[in-house]
């Protein structure tokens, strides 16, 4: 089992910056990916940014060119740094990990992280 705890939502203005951080725990060693989705009110939700095992990166390309996401292995952790926010990045962000075996994909998530942007 895989544990995802998200931090660094918040309220922010148009413009501005945030920084989303999910802490893994577990059964890490397997994992091929992780990342961040989001979801809008009465929207699916959606890829925003992943990361492989192998250090490759994912974007939506809403988000192409103001968001960058990184991991630091030894803290077992992936961040999502998000900056020149828009009114259309509200949402809740959810940290999801992957792990692919013979059998399928497996997700993990976390419980979310609320991000607002408004004047």
């Known amino acids: 089992q895989v544990q995802l705890v998200e931090s660094g939502g918040g309220l922010v203005q148009p413009g501005g910056s945030l920084r989303l951080s999910c802490a893994a725990s577990?059964?890490?060693?397997?994992?091929?990916?992780m990342g961040w989705y989001r979801q809008a009110p009465g929207k699916q939700r959606e890829l925003v940014a992943s990361?492989?095992?192998?250090?490759?990166?994912n974007y939506a390309d809403s988000v192409k060119g103001r968001f960058t996401i990184s991991r630091d292995n030894a803290k077992n952790t992936v961040y999502l740094q998000m900056n020149s926010l828009k009114f259309e990045d509200t949402a809740v962000y959810y940290c999801?990990?992957?792990?692919?075996?013979?059998?399928?994909?497996?997700?993990?998530w976390g419980q979310g992280t609320q991000v607002t942007v408004s004047s």
């Open positions: 990361i492989a095992s192998g250090g490759s990166t």
């Open positions: 999801n990990a992957k792990r692919i075996s013979g059998i399928g994909v497996r997700d993990f």
């Open positions: 577990g059964s890490i060693f397997s994992l091929n990916s």
